[in-house]
Structure formats: structure tokens, C-alpha cells
């Protein structure tokens, strides 16, 4: 079996979510937002369930669906295991948040989840997507190229929706959905941006970052880069956040299933109508 490659530091990431500040977390926020409403719409009973993130202990002990009420055991992502130790077949709903972007085997890691969940169970997982600060992403590839004549992995490679279906088929889910929220977040400076990502335990997650810290010039020709690309006219800047959303559920015989090519009772000349 080949070994997935090592893309992320996940220790370092463990480290990195120790070591911020206790302070508000508005992508955790704009997420559980999200997750409310999603399980909202579902008309089902969840008798357990299981809710995986960073800062377990911050996610919601009962999430709702609109029967009524779903306690969830609590998870805490990059804890040291790339998946929950749990019993095989036993889980109704996983709900998986802001830990799919820096799973190095993430096909690997969804079939494992599916495993957990009984045949009609349902996986959710939010996580962020490709399109994330690539305003960040090129100023600082520009100050790269300026201050040393080259090019660092500053900021982590991320999935992009497009892709986000074909993992959950990979992995053996039904029904597979893939949907994105994007944001426009905006800052007074791009210092503050880079402040904001590192209380949020954002700092570089790569397993091939680089060693030496970014120096003072390297910062400030960077946040120059920004604010030429991507300022506003008030002077402030943007930052692209992208929330990608997954659900697939494991096959049972209850599920819809698509028509067999040919099986149609119905004729396209007969609803277009002949001519």
C-alpha cells in the first residue's frame, strides 16, 4: 500500500491551537452558523452522534435537525489519532469541522469515518477550500521573488469543491453533495489579517515550511504586495475565506436510487413536444 504523502504538520498544528489566545473564533462561528441551518432541514432522528473539530470542548453538546434535539459526542481534531477511536457501524451522523483541510490522507480518512457510521448514516464535514487567502497566497509569493529571488510554501494548499464530491464517492459514500460558502473578510492592514490567522492557531501547517522565521523585510514587502493587489478604497484589505460543505451517506436499500439508462416510461420528444 503506498503511504499517502506527509503534506501537513500536524503536530505543529496541535502546538500552534495550545499556544493562541483565549479569544473569539469567528470562522468556528460563521460554520456552526452554517451547520444549524443544514441540520435544520433534515427530518431525521440521530440517535448518536459524533462532532469533530478543534476545541472540542467550544462545539455545541446538542445539535438539532428538525425532529427535535441530537446529543453529539465531542472529538478533538489533531489530537495525535487521524481519526476517532470508536466502534465500527455504531454512528447515525458524524459531523466533521475545520479538519478536513489539513488531513494528509483525506480519502483514507473519509473511509475510515464511514466505517464508524451505520448503513444510513450521514457524514457532514465543513473544512476550508482552495480559493482561502489567496490574496495572502500571491503577495507573499511576490515578496518571495523580490526579497530572495525565490519561492516558499507559506501558505497551505487547499481542496477545491470541485474535487469535494469525488473524495465522498472514493470513499464509498451515496448521494454525494459538495457545496461552498464564501466570504470576503476585511482588515485594516494586512498585519492584522496575519495577526488574526496566528490567534486563530493558523500559523503555516506544512510539513515543508520553512524553518527560519520571516523576516521584518520579507513581512513588510509582503503586506506592501497586499495592499497594491487587494486594498479597498478606505485603505482596508480583502481576505477570501471559502467554506466548503460535504454530506454523503452510507448506501442502504432505502435510498433513492438513480434510473438504469433506457428505463425511462417517458419519451424526450413527448415532453419537448414533436415538431
Do not use: C
Not at 448503513?119 to 480559493?131: I, K, Q, T, W, Y
Request: hydrophobic share 45%.
Amino acid at each position: 500500500m503506498t503511504t499517502p504523502p506527509r503534506l501537513f504538520d500536524t503536530t505543529q498544528i496541535a502546538r500552534n491551537l495550545q499556544r493562541r489566545p483565549a479569544s473569539d473564533n469567528f470562522v468556528r462561528d460563521l460554520v456552526l452558523e452554517d451547520l444549524a441551518d443544514r441540520l435544520s432541514a433534515y427530518k431525521r432522528d440521530f440517535d448518536r452522534a459524533i462532532l469533530i473539530g478543534p476545541d472540542a470542548d467550544t462545539l455545541p453538546e446538542t445539535l438539532f435537525t428538525a425532529n427535535g434535539p441530537v446529543k453529539a459526542q465531542r472529538i478533538e481534531a489533531f489530537s495525535g489519532d487521524d481519526f476517532p477511536r470508536l466502534p465500527e457501524g455504531e454512528q447515525d451522523l458524524i459531523v466533521s469541522l475545520l479538519h478536513l483541510q489539513a488531513v494528509n490522507d483525506v480519502p483514507g480518512h473519509l473511509a475510515r469515518l464511514r466505517r464508524l457510521l451505520k448503513p444510513d448514516g450521514l457524514l457532514m464535514a465543513a473544512f476550508v477550500g482552495g480559493e482561502s487567502l489567496t490574496e495572502l497566497r500571491e503577495a507573499f509569493l511576490a515578496a518571495d521573488l523580490q526579497v530572495s529571488g525565490g519561492a516558499s510554501a507559506r501558505v497551505a494548499p487547499m481542496a477545491q469543491v470541485r474535487d469535494a464530491g469525488a473524495l465522498l464517492q472514493r470513499a464509498g459514500f451515496a448521494l454525494p453533495v459538495a457545496d461552498v460558502e464564501t466570504h470576503r473578510v476585511r482588515y485594516a492592514t494586512p498585519f492584522a489579517l496575519m495577526a488574526e490567522l496566528k490567534a486563530l492557531g493558523a500559523a503555516n501547517p506544512l510539513a515543508d515550511r520553512p524553518r527560519r522565521f520571516a523576516t521584518r523585510t520579507l513581512l513588510a514587502t509582503a503586506a506592501q504586495a497586499y495592499a497594491e493587489r487587494d486594498a479597498d478604497p478606505d485603505g482596508r484589505v480583502r481576505a477570501t475565506l471559502e467554506i466548503i460543505w460535504l454530506a454523503g451517506w452510507v448506501p442502504h436499500e432505502s435510498q433513492q436510487k438513480p434510473l438504469r439508462p433506457g428505463s425511462a416510461k417517458v419519451s424526450m420528444q413527448d415532453v419537448l413536444g414533436r415538431s
